[in-house]
Structure formats: structure tokens, C-alpha cells
């Protein structure tokens, strides 16, 4: 069974600052995919960005980035820039290839992004 | 593209009675449904995944006849929460993945159930 690991339950970053989110994994697997949600205080669950393993090349979305390291199995999400908006709970997924499409999530962060 | 809906947002029911939440895909058609439930300031726990024309998969220790699952076409599934009771009060998540884009959930906004 696979699962995801997020050491910080909470973190705050001044606005305009950079700030990265920790997420590490545990699977036998070769083949798989990584996540990174958003919920906000609507409590809408929103993709950030996505990891296919087989990549090498860390997957970015305009101010958030990916780090990547398939041997540690970590996978830490950077928010660039940040904005008020970022404020949220930040969930890091795993989806193997052959699960159906099933999505194991870790316990969230919670970001606050402060004035 | 790719939204999800739920209906409704918010319910409040009493103890004994039975309540049913939609869960739609708007624009696309969905192969695979999942629905979760998260208590506060914890993570999503999957509790089924529906698959379109067949039975619903519940997970370990989900009560299949207290929580009725039905994906009768590409685009609805149901969770019909039977006999809710106070403890049942929780927030429910479903989402959905599409034929094309096989790799990606898109969720719903959630539905607050409230037993009184």
C-alpha cells in the first residue's frame, strides 16, 4: 500500500514571499503519478499541478513548481510569489498507474499567507 | 471544462431519515466516480469508487448499506446516506475522471451533512 507523508501540518509565508511544502511517499511502484491540491476556506478541492514519474523534468505552473526526487520518493511543491489567495489546505496525492485512478492523499498543510 | 457539481450544498436532516447527494460532471462524460468524506482539518477518505453501469468498490470499513452508491449513467452518480445519524454529519467530496484524461480527478464543491 502506498503512502503520503506531509511533516508540516502548518505554515505562513509573508506575501510576495516563496515558500515550499513538503510531501514524501512510500511505494513499490515504478510507474505512478504525483498531485498537489488546493482547498481553500470553500473547501473546492483544486489541482495546482501534476508529476508524471516518468519525467524527469520537474513540472511547473506559473508561480508553483514542483521538486521532484524520484529515488527519496519526495515530491515538495514551491509557491512563488505568493498571494493572498494561496491561503489554503495543500494536500499531496498519489496515484499509481494501475489503481484505477485512485488518489492517496496526505494529511494537508495548512498555508496562511499573511499582509 | 472538466466541472463538477453537487447537490445540495448543505443539508440538515433528523436522525432516522435518509438523504441523497447528487454528483454531476458537467461537460464531460465520467468512466469513474469516487466519493469522500472529510472531517474537519483532516484529509480526504475515500470511501467508494463507482464505476458507470456496475456496482460500486467501497473501501475497508464503509458500510455498503448505509451508504448507497449509484452511477446509473456517464454523467450522475448518487450517495444516498440511509438511516443517517449524528455521527454520519461530515463533509462529502465526490469526483470524477473522464474517459480522455484518465489520470486526473476533478471533485465537486462538497456537501455539508448535518444530523440532528
Known amino acids: 500500500a502506498q503512502t503520503v507523508t506531509q511533516s508540516q501540518p502548518e505554515m505562513s509565508v509573508q506575501e510576495a514571499e516563496t515558500v515550499t511544502l513538503s510531501c514524501t511517499y512510500d511505494?513499490?511502484?515504478?510507474?505512478?503519478?504525483l498531485f498537489w491540491y488546493k482547498q481553500p476556506p470553500s473547501r473546492q478541492m483544486i489541482l495546482v499541478i501534476r508529476?508524471?514519474?516518468?519525467?524527469?523534468q520537474n513540472a511547473t505552473e506559473n508561480r508553483f513548481s514542483v521538486n521532484f526526487q524520484k529515488a527519496a520518493k519526495s515530491f515538495s511543491l514551491k509557491i512563488s510569489d505568493s498571494q493572498l489567495g494561496d491561503t489554503a489546505m495543500y494536500f499531496c496525492?498519489?496515484?499509481?498507474?494501475?489503481?484505477?485512478?485512485?488518489?492517496?492523499f496526505g494529511g494537508g498543510t495548512r498555508l496562511m499567507v499573511k499582509p | 471544462g472538466a466541472v463538477v457539481s453537487q447537490h445540495p450544498s448543505r443539508v440538515i436532516c433528523k436522525s432516522g431519515t435518509s438523504v441523497k447527494i447528487e454528483c454531476r460532471s458537467l461537460?464531460?462524460?465520467?468512466?469513474?466516480m469516487f466519493w469522500y468524506r472529510q472531517f474537519p482539518k483532516q484529509s480526504l477518505m475515500l470511501m467508494a469508487t463507482?464505476?458507470?453501469?456496475?456496482?460500486?468498490?467501497?473501501e475497508q470499513g464503509v458500510e455498503k448499506d448505509k451508504f448507497l452508491i449509484n452511477h446509473a449513467s456517464l454523467t450522475l452518480s448518487t450517495l444516498t446516506v440511509t438511516s443517517a445519524h449524528p455521527e454520519d454529519s461530515s463533509f462529502y467530496i465526490c469526483?470524477?475522471?473522464?474517459?480522455?484524461?484518465?489520470?486526473?480527478?476533478?471533485f465537486g464543491p462538497g456537501t455539508r451533512l448535518l444530523v440532528l
Open positions: 496525492a498519489f496515484m499509481k498507474y494501475s489503481a484505477g485512478n485512485m488518489l492517496t
Open positions: 461537460d464531460f462524460q465520467a468512466t469513474t
Open positions: 511505494t513499490s511502484e515504478s510507474n505512478y503519478y
Open positions: 469526483s470524477a475522471v473522464s474517459g480522455g484524461n484518465q489520470e486526473t480527478q476533478y
Open positions: 508529476q508524471e514519474a516518468y519525467k524527469q
Open positions: 463507482s464505476n458507470e453501469g456496475s456496482k460500486a468498490t467501497y
